[in-house]
T-cell receptor
Framework: DAGVIQSPRHEVTEMGQEVTLRCKPI?????LFWYRQTMMRGLELLIY????????DSGMPEDRFSAKMPNASFSTLKIQPSEPRDSAVYFC??????????????FGPGTRLTVL | AQSVTQPDIHITVSEGASLELRCNYSYGATPYLFWYVQSPGQGLQLLLKYFSGDTLVQGIKGFEAEFKRSQSSFNLRKPSVHWSDAAEYFCAVGAGGATNKLIFGTGTLLAVQP
């Protein structure tokens, strides 16, 4: 099993540019989570999907952030326009169906985003 | 509301010494509890989990944790720490109800002295 795959691993961009982060969950997992980690705020849940449908996006900081899951094997997190305060490590995680297994989240290696 | 407290922000232990990392949770029903480890520059890796049954659970890398309902605790232990255990450790509880969220603690950063 390849685990959760995220790309790119590192992204450096300038303020105002669009950033797209990508995630491929583990095959067979039907929950997908996007997190952001910073020194100041720790690990924050941004949004999660079940069967490709967004369930809870209450953690999305503002309208500049959007997430999609067009199919069971791919999700994107987009920031447009990006700002320096968006600099963070963004993690994608997936979990299998069924209770309580869906709490057992498997994390990707993360994307380190730097906005200059 | 559910919450997780990790009272120790930083801990330093000597290699070969025993380790205990504290975790307290607030949850009305039987919780689903997890410990994750994050090595520098890496994602979070699941160490162990408690769903039900035996309150002493074994995990990977020689770690174990004990669920104590009376104390609302789920402390992580290891009898002999290795230098490679230096990392940040996160306790988490399944939020329950209609949500599938995990509630994470703020983490404990473990340093290992030679």
């Amino acid at each position: 099993d390849a685990g959760v795959i995220q790309s790119p691993r590192h992204e450096v961009t300038e303020m105002g540019q669009e950033v797209t982060l990508r995630c491929k969950p583990i095959s067979g997992h039907d929950y997908l989570f996007w997190y952001r980690q910073t020194m100041m705020r720790g690990l924050e849940l941004l949004i999660y999907f079940n069967n490709n449908v967004p369930i809870d996006d209450s953690g999305m900081p503002e309208d500049r952030f959007s997430a999609k899951m067009p199919n069971a094997s791919f999700s994107t997190l987009k920031i447009q326009p990006s700002e320096p305060r968006d600099s963070a490590v963004y993690f994608c995680a997936s979990s299998p169906p069924g209770s309580p297994l869906f709490y057992e989240q498997f994390f990707g290696p993360g994307t380190r985003l730097t906005v200059l | 509301a559910q919450s997780v407290t990790q009272p120790d922000i930083h801990i330093t232990v000597s290699e070969g010494a025993s380790l205990e990392l504290r975790c307290n949770y607030s949850y009305g029903a039987t919780p689903y509890l997890f410990w994750y480890v994050q090595s520098p520059g890496q994602g979070l890796q699941l160490l162990l989990k408690y769903f039900s049954g035996d309150t002493l659970v074994q995990g990977i890398k020689g770690f174990e944790a004990e669920f104590k309902r009376s104390q609302s605790s789920f402390n992580l232990r290891k009898p002999s720490v290795h230098w490679s255990d230096a990392a940040e450790y996160f306790c988490a509880v399944g939020a329950g109800g209609a949500t599938n969220k995990l509630i994470f603690g703020t983490g404990t950063l473990l340093a290992v002295q030679p």
